[in-house]
Nanobody, 122 residues
Framework: QGQLTESGGGSVQAGGSLKLSCAASAAYSINSMAWFRQAPGKEREAVAAIYLGGGGAYYADSAKGRFMISQDNVKNTIYLQMNRLKPEDTAMYYC????????????????WGQGTQVTVAS
């Protein structure tokens, strides 16, 4: 059982929507949770991050205007609502958590999920 568990991935047509979830299985000393993605042959890249406790949300340029990150403190869960999906959004999406100072930098995070696959048909 992982510390972070992603769900909600799938295969959709271009222009469609998906909502990803990431549930924490234990308490953490963290100030941020985030979503990253990695496509075959590509580097892992940031998608969105949220500072817990109302500190604000941050988005990669590719996600701005289409994706929204949110948090449910009671459920220890974050979400990524993905709208107007494009073929270039196809990737494995990973949830991360940590005590960070730069929320869109992958090496800031200590805790990672196993990923959930998103495939967008052209």
């Amino acid at each position: 059982q992982g510390q972070l568990t992603e769900s909600g991935g799938g295969s959709v047509q271009a222009g469609g929507s998906l909502k990803l979830s990431c549930a924490a299985s234990a308490a953490y000393s963290i100030n941020s949770m985030a979503w990253f993605r990695q496509a075959p042959g590509k580097e892992r890249e940031a998608v969105a991050a949220i500072y817990l406790g109302g500190g604000g949300a941050y988005y990669a340029d590719s996600a701005k205007g289409r994706f929204m990150i949110s948090q449910d403190n009671v459920k220890n869960t974050i979400y990524l609502q993905m709208n107007r999906l494009k073929p270039e959004d196809t990737a494995m999406y990973y949830c991360a958590a940590g005590m960070v100072t730069r929320a869109l930098q992958a090496n800031q995070y200590n805790f990672w999920g196993q990923g959930t696959q998103v495939t967008v048909a052209s």
